[in-house]
C-alpha cells in the first residue's frame, strides 16, 4: 500500500548508522589482542581506566560495568531483558512482530526519535488536548509539524474518537502523526477496551488515507486504579490493524519503575505493512538518530536497570510502590466523595484513574493561574496549570485531598 519512504520525513530518509565507522569497527575488532580502536583510556594490564574517587561511589559495580561505554543501542542484556518485561506485561504484544527496543536516554529522546524519522512540514501531529508541552518542543518547534488537537474527553467523560477522527479527517499533509499517550498526562485518564476499539477503528481508517504513524507514549503504564481500564498497552491492538499504519512504542522505567533521573527509555516498532528488511532498516536510522544525539546512553544506569529487572525482589518492591500511589488515589477519590460541598461550584474533576495526576477544571485559563499563584504565594502549595486545568500529582504527596482542599478554598475567595 504503502513504500517505507511514503511515512518518512526527509531528515528520517537521510538518516543512517554507518556500517563501516567507528562503532563498527570497535565490534569487529572487539577479540583483537591488542586494542587500539576507541577512544578510552585503560590501565596497563587492560582494564578500564577510571578514577578511585567515582570508582567507590559505584558499590558493587565494577569499573567495567559503569564507566565503559555501552553500545549505541544499548545493552544487549538490558534490550532482552526490557523485550521480556514489555512481553509479560502485555500479552497482547505476542501477537504482533515488533523490533527489538533500542535503550534511549528517557522516554524524551524515543519521542524524539519517531519524531526525527517522522515528522517535517509534511506532516502534522494530532495530540489530545490537553497535552504534555515537550510534544509541541519535539515535533512542532524542533521537527516543524503543523500540530493539531482534538479534546481529549468528550461531554460524557469517554474518550473522545469523533474529535480524533475529524482531527485526521481534516489533515491536508502527506502524512500524519498521532501521539497516543495512556495513562494520560495530565488528566490520569486511560481507556477502557470498548474506546481502545474504538481508537483503533478510527486509525484504521484513517491510515487508508495516507500513511500514518502512531507513537504509544507508555510513559505511565501499569500505574491503573479503576477496573473499567484497559490494563495493556494500546500498541498490541494496532501494529498489525491495518497496512498503511506505523507503530512505535516508547516507554522505560522512568515512571513505571520509579527510576526518574536514570534516563533509561526504549523504543521500538511494528507495522502490518512492514517487511523484515524495512523493520531493519527503520531501526539502521533509529540508531543513527541516537549516534547523531547522546552516541550512546549511560552505562551505568543502563546497568543499574538491568539488575532491577534481575533482581528476585524487583516484583516486591514495585508492587509495593504501585499500592502506596493507589492508596493515594482512593484516598483523593473518598475525599472527593465525601466533601462535595468544599469544592461543588469553583473545581470540577475531571476523569481520572491511572498514572500520576488529576486534573481540575476552573472555569478559565487566567482564573486557573491566578489561583496557582495564590496558592504558591498564600498557602504554600505548588500544582502546575495546562490552560484552564490544575493538575494536581496526588501521586507526590501524602495527603493529595490538602492540596485540592487548599485549590477550592482558594478558588472560592
Not at 212 to 235: F, H, I, N, T
Not at 236 to 254: F, H, Q
Not at 346 to 372: I, K, M, N, W
Request: proline content about 4%; glycine content about 10%; aromatic content about 8%.
Amino acid at each position: 500500500m504503502y513504500g517505507l519512504e511514503d511515512w518518512l520525513s526527509e531528515r528520517g530518509r537521510r538518516l543512517h548508522f554507518p556500517v563501516d565507522g567507528i562503532k563498527a569497527q570497535v565490534a569487529q575488532a572487539r577479540d583483537c589482542r591488542l586494542q587500539a580502536t576507541i577512544g578510552a583510556a585503560r590501565t596497563d594490564s587492560g582494564e578500564p581506566m577510571a578514577l578511585g574517587c567515582v570508582v567507590e561511589q559505584l558499590g558493587g559495580l565494577t569499573a567495567a560495568e559503569a564507566v565503559t561505554y555501552a553500545p549505541t543501542g544499548g545493552l544487549p542484556a538490558l534490550r532482552e531483558a526490557w523485550a521480556e518485561h514489555q512481553l509479560a506485561q502485555n500479552p497482547n504484544l505476542a501477537e504482533v512482530t515488533m523490533t527489538q527496543p533500542l535503550v534511549t536516554s528517557g522516554l524524551t529522546q524515543g519521542l524524539w526519535l519517531v519524531g526525527a524519522l517522522h515528522a517535517d512540514a509534511d506532516t502534522t501531529v494530532v495530540v489530545a488536548a490537553p497535552h504534555w508541552g515537550n510534544y509541541d518542543l519535539i515535533y512542532a518547534t524542533e521537527g516543524g509539524a503543523k500540530l493539531v488537537e482534538y479534546e481529549l474527553l468528550d461531554d460524557h467523560g469517554q474518550h473522545n474518537h469523533r474529535g480524533l477522527a475529524a482531527a485526521l479527517a481534516g489533515v491536508q499533509t502527506k502524512r500524519a502523526l498521532v501521539v497516543l499517550n495512556f495513562p494520560h498526562n495530565p488528566t490520569g485518564y486511560a481507556p477502557t477496551l470498548a474506546e481502545g476499539l474504538e481508537i483503533k477503528a478510527v486509525l484504521q481508517k484513517a491510515a487508508a488515507r495516507r500513511p500514518l504513524v502512531v507513537v504509544c507514549d507508555d510513559a505511565y503504564w501499569g500505574l491503573w486504579y479503576e477496573p473499567r481500564m484497559y490494563r495493556q498497552s494500546l500498541c498490541g491492538l494496532l501494529v498489525d490493524c491495518a497496512p498503511g499504519l506505523l507503530v512505535y512504542k516508547v516507554d522505560g522505567v522512568t515512571k513505571e519503575d520509579f527510576g526518574y533521573g536514570l534516563r533509561v527509555g526504549a523504543v521500538c516498532v511494528g507495522g502490518a505493512g512492514l517487511t523484515d528488511g524495512d523493520r531493519a532498516t527503520i531501526e539502521n536510522k533509529l540508531l543513527g538518530g541516537l549516534r547523531t544525539t547522546v552516541s550512546s546512553g549511560s552505562h551505568l544506569s543502563q546497568r543499574v536497570a538491568l539488575r532491577m529487572l534481575e533482581a528476585p525482589e524487583y516484583a516486591a518492591q514495585k508492587a509495593a510502590a504501585y499500592a502506596a500511589i493507589t492508596q493515594r488515589y482512593e484516598r483523593l477519590q473518598a475525599w472527593l466523595g465525601a466533601n462535595e460541598a468544599v469544592w461543588r461550584g469553583v473545581l470540577e474533576p475531571l476523569r481520572a484513574g491511572s498514572g500520576y495526576f488529576q486534573c481540575f477544571a476552573l472555569g478559565g485559563e487566567a482564573r486557573a493561574e491566578t489561583v496557582r499563584r495564590r496558592l504558591i504565594d498564600e498557602r504554600g502549595v505548588g500544582v502546575i496549570r495546562f490552560g484552564g486545568l490544575l493538575r494536581v500529582s496526588f501521586a507526590s504527596v501524602a495527603a493529595p485531598e490538602e492540596v485540592v482542599a487548599a485549590m477550592a478554598d482558594v478558588a472560592r475567595a
